[in-house]
């Protein structure tokens, strides 16, 4: 298939010639979704704790006796049935979310992915893009000029310049081919890949 080259101005100038398996497949939502559940579920780190009866502040004096009183039975206030007890199964710091997915499946799916992109005209293809200066207002003017207002920037290299004057812009996330992310891919409203870029993606996904 082929895919339409802007320029700076955002005009068509050309179309560069791109892969059917990476850009040009149909859309798998069923996977898509099982790789964005995967990605956000392995970002969790599982700091988060809870008590056991072990660890809550209580007396181990029993609250009554066990016979004569006509309420149930208890042991000790810890228990979980009792407000300000313990958990019965509390969450602990060493829990594991992470999921597994298989490389054939993470390609498939980030090619649906790209292929989506592409087909509702969010894929959008450069030469190159860069930033003369660190200077973020002249390099938003330029994305203005563009019409990039939300939008992920897949380029071969990220030199200091461009992440300099990209990293304080709310709406733009500027990345290398590897570092692509199907949470960031979807959210943006325009993805922009240069040529370089689009040569790394079908190597790493073709």
């Known amino acids: 298939m082929e895919l339409n080259v802007l320029n700076e101005q955002g005009q068509e100038t050309a179309k560069v010639a791109a892969s059917d398996t990476v850009f040009g497949r149909e859309f798998n939502e069923a996977l898509v979704h099982q790789l ?3 990605y956000q579920a392995n970002a969790r780190q599982g700091t988060r704790a809870q008590l056991s009866r072990e660890f809550v502040h209580h007396t181990t004096k029993k609250p009554w006796r066990q016979k004569g009183t006509g309420r149930a039975r208890s042991g000790m206030s810890s228990s979980p049935v009792w407000r300000g007890g313990g958990r019965a199964f ?3 710091p060493e829990e594991n979310f992470s999921h597994k997915m298989n490389k054939k499946a993470y390609r498939a799916a980030m090619a649906s992915i790209f ?5 509702e005209g969010r894929l959008v293809v450069v030469d190159t893009i860069g930033a003369e200066s660190p200077k973020t207002k002249a390099f938003a003017a330029k994305l203005k000029a ?9 380029t071969d ?19 290398e081919p590897r570092y692509a992310d199907p949470l960031s891919l979807i959210f943006y409203g325009k993805v922009v890949v240069t040529k370089a870029a689009i040569a790394k993606i079908e190597e790493m996904l073709g």
């Open 90 to 92: 509390p969450n602990s």
């Open 157 to 175: 290299n990220v030199d200091d310049n461009l992440f300099l004057a990209s990293r304080n812009l709310k709406n733009v996330l500027v990345v």
């Open 146 to 154: 563009m019409g990039m207002e939300s939008v992920m920037i897949i």
């Open 36 to 38: 964005v559940v995967a």
């Open 115 to 119: 292929s989506k992109l592409a087909a």
